[in-house]
């Protein structure tokens, strides 16, 4: 464990619609889930930087594709869903441009659903990974802000939801080595 690092990330550029989405040879890794699932501190996270993604104790920051570079891919950051201050035009164009990017991006090679502990998996979340499985994109459930449970209960979630989802990890930005582990993996698959 004593050899892992930290990602080296770097902002790339945002796009509001999958056709302005740049054309490259690499992988993608995406990062989905429901506003305040702490997509954006994972990002901070895992690459050791404060400012990297936009964070705010105001859900629904992210409002676009927002693409950051690693050292053999991509990580593409999506808008959080569900967040209810979204306006209805903002939601229609997600609607349309999100579903594009999983149907006909030949680049992604996996996608991270970040969840919150605390409530995982809600109606969206199960909306998300049924348009994963039936594009036959890889995935893994990352149950965020465990640091907020004692360990028998998050024992007992991540029983409880190992059942109808085996490929399921645990995180918190306060946890260094799961920090760190997490930053491992992308890297494999980003290199594989």
Same mark, same amino acid.
């Not at 989905?32 to 936009?54: C, F, W």
């Not at 105001?58 to 950051?77: E, Q, S």
């Not at 995982?120 to 909306?127: A, E, G, I, R």
């Given at each position: ?35 305040n ?11 050791n ?5 936009k964070?705010?104790? /105001?859900?629904? *920051?992210?409002?676009?594709? %927002?693409?950051? +570079? ?6 593409? &950051? @999506? !808008?959080?869903?569900?967040?209810a201050?979204t ?13 594009k ?19 995982p ?11 994963l ?11 965020? /802000?465990?640091? *907020?449970?004692?360990?028998? %209960?998050?024992? +007992?979630i ?5 059942? &109808? @989802? !085996? ?13 760190l ?12």
């Amino acid at each position: 464990m004593d050899n892992l690092n930290f990602l080296s990330l770097k902002f790339v550029a945002s796009f509001e619609k999958y056709d302005q989405i740049f054309e490259h040879k690499s992988k993608e890794i995406a990062f989905v889930g429901a506003s305040n699932s702490g997509k954006s501190s994972a990002i901070n996270a895992i690459s050791n930087q404060n400012k990297l993604a936009k964070v705010s104790k /105001k859900p629904g *920051k992210t409002k676009l594709f %927002n693409f950051f +570079n690693a050292p053999n891919g991509y990580i593409v &950051d @999506f !808008p959080g869903y569900g967040y209810a201050k979204t306006s209805k035009q903002q939601i229609k164009i997600w609607g349309v441009e999100l579903p594009k990017y999983f149907e006909r991006r030949n680049n992604l090679c996996f996608v991270y659903v970040f969840t919150d502990v605390r409530h995982p998996l809600k109606n969206m979340d199960y909306q998300m990974l049924e348009l994963l499985r039936k594009n036959r994109i890889n995935y893994k459930i990352i149950l965020t /802000k465990s640091d *907020k449970l004692n360990q028998k %209960n998050l024992s +007992n979630i991540i029983t409880d939801l190992q059942k &109808d @989802f !085996p490929n399921l990890d645990y995180f918190s930005i306060k946890d260094k080595q799961q920090v760190l582990r997490i930053a491992q993996e992308i890297n494999e698959l980003l290199s594989n």
